[in-house]
Each structure stands twice: as structure tokens, then as C-alpha cells.
């Protein structure tokens, strides 16, 4: 095995490592559909993966909140403040990435570790 070979092995192993522990660390709730046995439709696991975190989320008084996964906020366009997405709108668009929301870092990792899988399998 060339030495660049065996490095993208290792790289690959810590790349599986660091995304089980991101994973790991999110709350149990979604444990089943992060895991999602099923990624043979990609868009299909993260329209279920959203529909379940936007479900979960709890709303403040103004029906905003933290993601439930990543806990990042938005910034409000008046102050600057960080305040939590609107529910369900602005978390779904953060979660998805869409209408040029940043995407949550947890759904892209996961969505990034069942691709990688689905191309070795
Ligand atoms: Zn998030």
C-alpha cells in the first residue's frame, strides 16, 4: 500500500470517527432517523430528518428557536442579536440549507457520512 493510499484510509477512518462522535452528541430523539437505515433516496432521509427536528423544536413566545441539532441561531436583521429560526419556516431552511440559509453543520455531516456509505457499499 503507497503511503498516499494509506493516508486517505486513515483520513477516512477519522473522518468516520469524528462524524459518529457529531452524531453521538445529538440529542437521543433523533438517534433513529440520523442513523437512517434506509438512505437509498437521500432527500427522502432528510425530508423525514427535518420534518422530526422541526416537530421537536420548542418556540419561544415569538415562535422562534435554537436548531435542536447544531443549537445555532440566526441573527436578528434589526440588532444583530442571535435569536432562534422561525418555526417551522427558517429552521426547515437552515436544516435543508435552502433559500441561502447556512446549513446545519450536524445535517450536512450525516448527510455527508451516508453518501460516503452509499458509494463504498
Ligand atoms: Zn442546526
Known sequence: ?????????????RLLAASSCVVSLCPDQFFDVLRGDDFSNPWLWQ????DAVVAAAQPDQRGRAACPLCRSRT??????DPVGFTVPEGLAMHLRGSHRAHQCTVVKVVFERHRDRMNDA
Open 1 to 13: 500500500m503507497s503511503d498516499q493510499s494509506y493516508e486517505i484510509k486513515d483520513l477516512k477512518r
Open 47 to 50: 425530508a423525514a430528518l427535518v
Open 75 to 80: 441573527k436578528d436583521t434589526n440588532t444583530g
